[in-house]
Each structure stands twice: as C-alpha cells, then as structure tokens.
C-alpha cells in the first residue's frame, strides 16, 4: 500500500471524517483531500502528528518502505511492539522491551542474549546456535555500536538494583529471591484480578513497559509468582499456565 491508502483506511477504521483528522493534525480539510487521492504526500511534522494519532509508525505511513529491526535486541519490528520516547510518541528504531518512555533497559550484552535465548529457542534454535546468533548480530546494531554515547552512565542499572533490594526485603512466603528484572510489555502482563464482589480489575496500562520477573513458588505445585515494578508501585501476584487464575498477593506504592 502507499499512503495515500494507508491514511484513507486509518481514518476510516478510526472513525474520523477529513475534516475531525484535519483538525487533529492542524491542516486543513483540503490538504486531507490531497494526501488521500496522492496528489501530496505529508511533510515530516504531519506525519509524526498522524502516527500520534493513529498510533502507527511512520514507516507504515509511508506504506512500509523498509523492513525495521530493533538496533538493541535485532528483533524485526511491528508497530504493535515499538519502543516509546518520553513523549509517548513511537520510536522506530527500538522495540518496546528494549526501550520504554525515553530509557534504554539494557546495559550489559550478556544479560540480553540470556533474556533473548529462551525466546529463540522456542523458534527453534539450540541454545548454541541462539547464543552463537546473537554474540555475532549485537556488536552490528546501533545501540551497541554507540553504546558510550546512548549509555546512561548506570543509573538504570542502580534503578533496577533498588527495585530488587525493596521487593526481596518484602519476604512473600513462598517466593524466591529476584535476582534479576527484565522488561515486560504491559499487555502480556496486565492481568485481571477477580475482586470479592466477583468484578475483575487490572492494574497496568497495556502500552507501558514495566519491570519484572516470573518465579517458581518454593511451595511447589504448578503456580508461579509474577512480579511487575516501576517507580511507583511494585506488584507481586500468583497465577497458573499461561497466566490463569491469577490472585494479587501484594500492591505496593514506592
């Protein structure tokens, strides 16, 4: 597709008529007109407004000219799992686990290729071709490539050091020490707690990325601890298989 029928049928399935987008965007109704039968294309500030808007890329306004992979972990790229800048607007340059709200989560390429090789092997990779695969691929990649430049210095890092002091000094019977967090896209993890009253209430924003970890309960049995984090809560829950039934054990601000 090309932009002109990519806008058309954003607006369309947004519900938008030429003049409610144009004034979302700040041109005028004409200009909408323009772009949608291809006589203009947008300029650069309009397209960032519209990928606001319709909360897709830029690259897939233009009608996905080239094919993106995250320049941390080499993952190939969709709109549904881009990193986001401080702003709320996407950054194509990064998914969402290894960049979220402006913050690059990785500091250490070893500790990514561990979080990275269960995933691959589920693809069908051994573990040795996984490891192999991506000690070549990272040093290619933007980030790490300008990783002295982009580095906060550590304090993510001395962040996420924090977050796990505080969350093993709760001592929840039954769950073992954190000894790392990862990255965790909020809607592969904002489950839905069943209240007394037999209503169900999540607590997570599905476009945020949180910290985390999943933990096997000491007790045994098949249930696991889920635990989720930023800088200002720390949640700590129970669930089955595939995060069902899950029970909130704890929900604390920082």
């Not at 250490?108 to 589920?122: A, G, H, N, Y």
Request: glycine share 8%; charged share 25%; with cysteine.
């Amino acid at each position: 597709m090309n932009t002109k029928d990519v806008l058309h049928e954003l607006r369309k399935r947004s519900g938008l008529s030429q003049d409610e987008l144009a004034e979302k965007v700040f041109v005028t109704r004409q200009a909408v007109s323009r772009w949608e039968n291809g006589e203009t294309v947008p300029n650069t500030e309009a397209l960032k407004l519209l990928s606001k808007v319709f909360n897709v890329s830029i690259n897939t306004l233009l009608g996905s000219p080239h094919k993106l992979i995250c320049q941390c972990c080499g993952m190939p790229l969709e709109d549904a799992i881009l990193g986001r800048n401080r702003d709320g607007s996407l950054n194509e340059a990064y998914c969402q686990w290894c960049y979220a709200d402006g913050t690059y989560t990785y500091s250490d390429m070893d500790e990514l290729i561990s979080v990275c090789i269960p995933q691959m092997v589920k693809q069908g990779f051994t573990e040795e071709q996984a490891r192999s695969y991506m000690k070549e691929k990272l040093p290619t990649l933007d980030y790490w490539k300008r990783y002295e430049e982009l580095s906060d210095g550590g304090q993510f890092e001395a962040f996420k050091r924090q977050l796990i002091d505080e969350i093993n000094a709760l001592q929840i019977e039954g769950m073992p020490k954190v000894e790392r967090l990862n990255a965790l896209a909020g809607q592969y993890v904002n489950l839905a707690y069943r209240l007394p009253s037999g209503e169900s209430v999540r607590f997570l924003n599905d476009r945020t990325t949180y910290l985390g970890n999943q933990l096997e309960a000491e007790f045994g049995g098949e249930r696991c601890f889920g635990v989720v984090a930023n800088m200002d809560f720390i949640l700590i829950c129970t669930y089955a298989a595939q995060g069902a039934d899950p029970e909130l054990v704890l929900f604390k601000k920082r």
